[in-house]
C-alpha cells in the first residue's frame, strides 16, 4: 500500500471534475439563440490541482491520516506474517524432529493453515476499509470545491471552471489561471475536524 494512493486518487478524482454554476441560473425556458450567444461569451477559468492537493489545508491533513492508517496497516500485517512465517519454521524443524505424533502434527498443521487463511482476510478486510476511507476523503475533497466554488462564482461569474491535472488541457493562457485565489478562499474556510487536530498533537 503506497503512501501516495491517496494522492494519486484525490487527483483522479478532481481531473474529472468540470464545474459551471453560472449557467445553472439562467432560465431554463431559454431559446437557442440566446443560449448559444452565452456560450460563446461565458468566463472561462482552471484550477491547478497540484497546487490544491500541495497547499489546500485540508488536502494536507488528510493525507496525513490517509498516510499514518496505511502505514498501521503494513505494520500490522507484517507482524502477523512474520508470526506465521516463524511458527510454520518451528512447526517443519519439530517435525524433522520427530516431536509428535502424526495426529498433532495434523492438528498443528490445520491450525497453521486456518492462521494463514485469518490473515488473508484481515488483508482484504483492512484494504477494503481503507479503500472506504480513501473514497470518503475524495468525495469530501469534491463537495468542498464544489461547495467554495459555488459561492465564489456568485460574484466571479465563470461559466466554466477547469481542473487542470498534468497535460489534460492541452494549452491554457495563465490570465485563466484562478489557483492562488481559490486555495487562499479554501484555507480560510477550512475548518480542521477532531481527528486532523488529535492527528496533529500526536505528530509534535
Known amino acids: 500500500m503506497k503512501k501516495n494512493i491517496a494522492r494519486s486518487l484525490a487527483i483522479a478524482a478532481m481531473a474529472t471534475m468540470a464545474l459551471a454554476s453560472c449557467n445553472k441560473q439562467q432560465p431554463q425556458n431559454d431559446t437557442t439563440e440566446k443560449t448559444?450567444?452565452?456560450?460563446?461569451?461565458?468566463?472561462?477559468?482552471?484550477?491547478?490541482?497540484?497546487?490544491?492537493?500541495?497547499?489546500?489545508?485540508?488536502?494536507?491533513?488528510?493525507?496525513?491520516?490517509?498516510?499514518k492508517k496505511g502505514q498501521n496497516i503494513q505494520n500490522t500485517l507484517a507482524g502477523k506474517q512474520q508470526q506465521l512465517q516463524a511458527a510454520a519454521a518451528k512447526f517443519q524443524q519439530d517435525v524433522q524432529q520427530n516431536k509428535y505424533t502424526q495426529q498433532q502434527a495434523e492438528a498443528i498443521n490445520a491450525s497453521l493453515q486456518k492462521?494463514?487463511?485469518?490473515?488473508?482476510?484481515?488483508?482484504?478486510?483492512?484494504?477494503?476499509?481503507?479503500?472506504?476511507?480513501?473514497?470518503?476523503?475524495?468525495?469530501?475533497?469534491?463537495?468542498s470545491l464544489q461547495h467554495y466554488l459555488a459561492v465564489y462564482n456568485k460574484d466571479k461569474k465563470y461559466g466554466l471552471?477547469?481542473?487542470?491535472?498534468g497535460d489534460n488541457i492541452l494549452y491554457a493562457d495563465k490570465s485563466y489561471d484562478i489557483t492562488k485565489e481559490v486555495i487562499a478562499g479554501l484555507n480560510k474556510a477550512y475548518k480542521p475536524s477532531k481527528a486532523t487536530t488529535a492527528n496533529k498533537k500526536e505528530k509534535k
Open 161 to 165: 471552471i477547469l481542473s487542470k491535472a
Open 115 to 143: 492462521q494463514s487463511q485469518d490473515l488473508q482476510a484481515l488483508n482484504q478486510r483492512l484494504s477494503s476499509e481503507f479503500q472506504t476511507e480513501t473514497d470518503n476523503y475524495n468525495k469530501a475533497l469534491r463537495d
Open 36 to 67: 448559444s450567444t452565452a456560450t460563446t461569451s461565458a468566463k472561462i477559468a482552471y484550477i491547478e490541482v497540484d497546487s490544491i492537493m500541495s497547499q489546500y489545508q485540508f488536502c494536507k491533513d488528510y493525507s496525513l491520516i490517509l498516510q
